[in-house]
Nanobody
Framework: QVQLVESGGQLVQAGGSLRLSCAAS????????MGWFRQAPGKEREFVAA???????YYADSVKGRFTVSKDNAKNTVYLQMNSLKPEDTAVYYC?????????????????WGQGTQVTVSS
């Protein structure tokens, strides 16, 4: 059984920074892609960022230049460093893992999901 546990979400002022973590556990867990998605109230879940097994990173246009995704293979942990936060970044942030290669921006490509962590950016 694979488990993904996010942490690091909290209330922050606009312009501030946060770092989210996603710790993965499970036997023989070797995902091809680890992704971050977010969902604001009344909106669909949207792609934020992803990092592949080869270390290739992907970003949504809305976060490019402000967010950085990284991973620590030894710790089975993926991070999302979020800088210059804006009120529109407010959402529940989810970590996800895809076991097969595929389009990283589509939620249905991912096999495992965390429970989410709330990020609230005040203006």
């Amino acid at each position: 059984q694979v488990q993904l546990v996010e942490s690091g979400g909290q209330l922050v002022q606009a312009g501030g920074s946060l770092r989210l973590s996603c710790a993965a556990s499970g036997r023989t867990f070797s995902p091809y892609t680890m992704g971050w998605f977010r969902q604001a109230p009344g909106k669909e879940r949207e792609f934020v960022a992803a990092v592949s097994k080869l270390g290739i990173t992907y970003y949504a246009d809305s976060v490019k230049g402000r967010f950085t995704v990284s991973k620590d293979n030894a710790k089975n942990t993926v991070y999302l460093q979020m800088n210059s936060l804006k009120p529109e970044d407010t959402a529940v942030y989810y970590c996800a893992a895809a076991t097969l290669i595929g389009a990283v921006t589509f939620p249905h490509r991912y096999d495992y999901w965390g429970q989410g962590t709330q990020v609230t950016v005040s203006s």
